[in-house]
Structure formats: C-alpha cells, structure tokens
T-cell receptor, first 117, second 112 residues
C-alpha cells in the first residue's frame, strides 16, 4: 500500500512555543491530506482537511489561527501548532488519499506525539 | 461533522469466541465503510472495508456486514485470539465525501 510518513515522531516543547509537524506521501501524490488529533483513550478527531494549493478546511471548533496548515506540494502538508499550551498535548496523525489508486482508502502516517510542558 | 455512533465501547471475550462491533451512520449517501484496528501508540490500520454495492465481505476471521436500510454496519471477528486485543474504529465519510469521521472506538480484550 501507499506510504505516509510524519516527522517528528515525538516532540516536547515549552508552553508558548510553536511546533511544526510534517506529513509526506512517499510514493504517491496527495492533493488532499487530513489532520487528526487523538487524546488518550479517545477517538481520532478530524481537525482539518488540507488541500494542495488552497486554504485548509477546518472542522467546527478548531482554531485556524492556532493550527496553521500549509499544503505547498502534492506530497507535503505541514501542521504548525502555534503558541502551544499543555492542553495541546496530544497524538497528531495525518492521512492522505491516493487519488490514482483506490478512491476511498486513506493511508495514515505513524503519528506525532506532542507534549507541551 | 458526520454522525457515526459505535457500540459497545468496551468488549471482553474469551479466546475462541466471536466479537461483534456495530456502527450506525446518518448520511444515506455514504458508500464506503472501513474498519480500523489501532494498537496503543500506533497509527490506525485498515483491516477490512465494504462498499455499498455489497452486503457482506469476509477476509479469513474478519467480516463486515452492511445494512443500508437501517444505516448500520458491523465488524465480526470469529475465533478470537489474544492478538486481536486492540481498539477498533469504524469510520464514515463526511458530507462532501472527502473526510472521514471516526466512531468512538471499541476496546476489545480477548481473554486467553
């Protein structure tokens, strides 16, 4: 299947700093990527849909100025958590669709565990 | 977002018994229904999916059934093994068809 990578796999930062997470599709082009957040023992919550060359679409309740998404190429989307606070500590997972393959299947990155002190 | 309900939230079965997890959805236009298995600290892994043109799909010990009239689909695991212990999620597409919204998850424990 298609491969999606994320970097970093984990990060610890101080409160008030910004953290950038990268999501890459390694062997296919992804015009659409998705960002999820997962708190312990909870489900994956869709944060936003990242569209190559255009603005991201955010889910209700997700602050677009706090979670900046950039999808500058067909293989890379980035999520920047600005002015991070302890409540932003979570597991962030991206996914991508291979539009030339199965139309519906999404491929997930390995996730990034963010801890804000 | 799309309303996807999943039951039960926890499930314990004896090794060798069957496990069934059910999800209901609200968007009648949905036509793709995946099930994911997630182990602690790892990404979700697609284990089986079904499209709306069939009512059942089976892959060895795992099967998924779809009832479009009732708007629910179920995951069936037979002859459960300890390594089946994990959290299982269903997912449903959003109104635009691009996004996925996950169910609340079912923590399955298979007791040896």
């Amino acid at each position: 299947g298609a491969v999606v990578s994320q970097h970093p796999s984990w990060v610890i930062c101080k409160s008030g700093t910004s953290v950038k997470i990268e999501c890459r599709s390694l062997d296919f082009q992804a015009t659409t990527m998705f960002w999820y957040r997962q708190f312990p023992k909870q489900s994956l919550m869709l944060m936003a849909t990242s569209n190559e060359g255009s603005k991201a679409t955010y889910e209700q309740g997700v602050e677009k100025d706090k979670f900046l998404i950039n999808h500058a190429s067909l293989t890379l989307s980035t999520l920047t958590v600005t002015s991070a606070h302890p409540e932003d500590s979570s597991f962030y997972i991206c996914s991508a669709r291979d539009l030339e393959g199965a139309i519906d299947e999404q491929f997930f990155g390995p996730g990034t565990r963010l801890t804000v002190l | 977002g799309e309303n996807v309900e999943q039951h039960p939230s926890t499930l314990s079965v004896q090794e060798g018994d069957s496990a069934v997890i059910k999800c209901t959805y609200s968007d009648s236009a949905s036509n793709y229904f995946p099930w994911y298995k997630q182990e602690l600290g790892k990404r979700p892994q697609l284990i089986i999916d079904i499209r709306s043109n069939v009512g059942e799909k089976k892959d060895q010990r795992i099967a998924v059934t779809l009832n479009k009239t009732a708007k629910h689909f179920s995951l069936h695991i037979t002859e459960t093994q300890p390594e089946d212990s994990a959290v299982y999620f269903c997912a449903g597409p959003g109104l635009t068809g691009n996004q996925f919204y996950f169910g609340t998850g079912t923590s399955l424990t298979v007791i040896p």
